[in-house]
């Protein structure tokens, strides 16, 4: 199992697949996201810069990868022991 350290070096180049476990109701997820800043800022993604404390308590928290969702165009988070697959599309 990847650590929180490890999925967001994987996320920081290219957008991602990413399978997870949803807490609220435990249904399986697949989230296409990333970190990368570069690319998500060339204008095809409509990132947003995050605002708000919830940001900074995801940031704190060991157990919650915070990513941008390029399906909604959104911040969005899974738990690290959720994480069923992570797959590189781009």
């Known amino acids: 199992m990847l ?8 996320l920081e ?17 697949v989230m296409s996201c ?14 947003q810069e995050p605002k708000g404390t919830a940001s ?5 928290n060991p157990d919650v990868v915070r ?3 390029t399906d909604v165009s959104d911040w969005r988070s899974f738990r690290v022991d959720s994480l069923q697959e992570i797959v590189e599309e781009l």
């Open 67 to 69: 990513v941008w969702c």
């Open 3 to 10: 650590n929180k350290q490890q999925i967001e070096s994987k």
């Open 34 to 47: 990333s970190r990368d800043w570069e690319l998500l800022k060339t204008g095809a993604y409509n990132y």
């Open 13 to 29: 180049t290219g957008i991602w697949a990413v399978s997870f476990i949803k807490q609220k109701d435990g249904s399986t997820r």
């Open 56 to 60: 900074d308590k995801q940031a704190e």
